[in-house]
């Protein structure tokens, strides 16, 4: 299929709109599931500072939300109702939304992972979403260098250290499996052919792990063993499963 480009809303027609619609339902999860987290660790976040960055975030990914709003009710959507449909926050990401340390390591972890999947949503073959992303990218960054600031102040203490390792090791193959789905099959050939991403899931994964390893490596932290991600049923291809290996 040659390369598109579509302008318009009311370009986006039958077998495009659907996927395209089911890749906007899936992140406005993530964004308005992602607020609610950041806006409930307020409560818990230790430090005046830390509370100051947590409401700064939620408020980002309250933007964040706000614009696929737009986009969608530019579909003909109500974004009411996608919404409805979502589970609730906690249930979303299988976190314990009043623990800090685990709003750490989803920090590092799941919040990243978002942002590897916007940065295919921002080079999209339908041009409203594309354009809407790079403001999305900017504050990205931010969430995820403070994400990488927790890790190394936790990795400071041994005690604390290990207990981010454990939440980190049953939160990691849970994003690998929600956040980007599986890393092969039809939809994800479809996607790539009609441009509504640029590479397919197994780069966009690798490429995340291989960010993380760097970071990872500096701190001691260790991907958990394959086995984890086996007993959740995320599927691995050998690509993938060679990064992991790398550090165990
Ligand atoms: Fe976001
Ligand atoms: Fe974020």
Same mark, same amino acid.
């Given at each position: 299929m040659a390369a598109i480009t579509v302008h318009s809303p009311q370009e986006a027609q039958g077998e495009y709109r659907e996927m395209l619609v089911r890749l906007m339902t899936r992140q406005f999860y993530a964004e308005t599931a992602t607020a609610e987290v950041f806006g409930r660790s307020i409560a818990c976040a230790p430090t005046l500072r830390e509370k100051f960055l947590a409401a700064e975030f939620a408020s980002e990914e309250a933007d964040h939300s706000e614009r696929l709003c737009k986009l969608f009710r530019e579909l003909g959507i109500d974004p009411e109702e996608v919404h409805r449909a979502r589970p609730s926050a906690a249930q979303?990401?299988?976190?314990?939304? =009043?623990?800090?340390l685990q709003i750490a390591v989803f920090n590092f972890t799941?919040?990243?992972?978002?942002?590897?999947q $916007?940065?295919? *949503?921002?080079?999209?073959? *339908?041009?409203?979403?594309?354009?809407?992303?790079?403001?999305?990218?900017?504050?990205?960054?931010?969430?995820? =260098?403070?994400? $990488?600031?927790?890790?190394?102040?936790?990795?400071?203490? %041994?005690?604390?250290?290990?207990?981010?390792?454990?939440?980190y090791a049953d939160m990691l193959p849970v994003t690998l499996k929600r956040a980007f789905g599986r890393p092969?099959?039809?939809?994800? =050939? *479809?996607?790539?052919?009609?441009?509504? %991403?640029?590479?397919?899931?197994?780069? $966009?994964?690798?490429n995340y792990l291989a960010e993380m390893l760097g970071y990872m490596r500096e701190c001691g932290l260790k991907f958990p063993p394959l086995a984890a991600f086996d007993k959740i049923g995320a599927e691995l291809l050998p690509s993938t499963r060679a990064i992991l290996l790398s550090n165990q």
């Open positions: 979303f990401w299988s976190l314990d939304l =009043d623990n800090w799941v919040d990243r992972a978002g942002s590897h $916007i940065m295919e *949503y921002r080079d999209s073959s *339908y041009l409203p979403w594309a354009m809407e992303m790079g403001a999305v990218l900017a504050d990205e960054e931010g969430h995820y =260098d403070n994400g $990488i600031e927790n890790l190394r102040e936790f990795a400071r203490d %041994k005690a604390v250290f290990a207990e981010f390792q454990r939440v092969s099959g039809i939809d994800n =050939d *479809y996607c790539v052919a009609v441009g509504l %991403k640029r590479h397919t899931t197994e780069e $966009i994964v690798n």
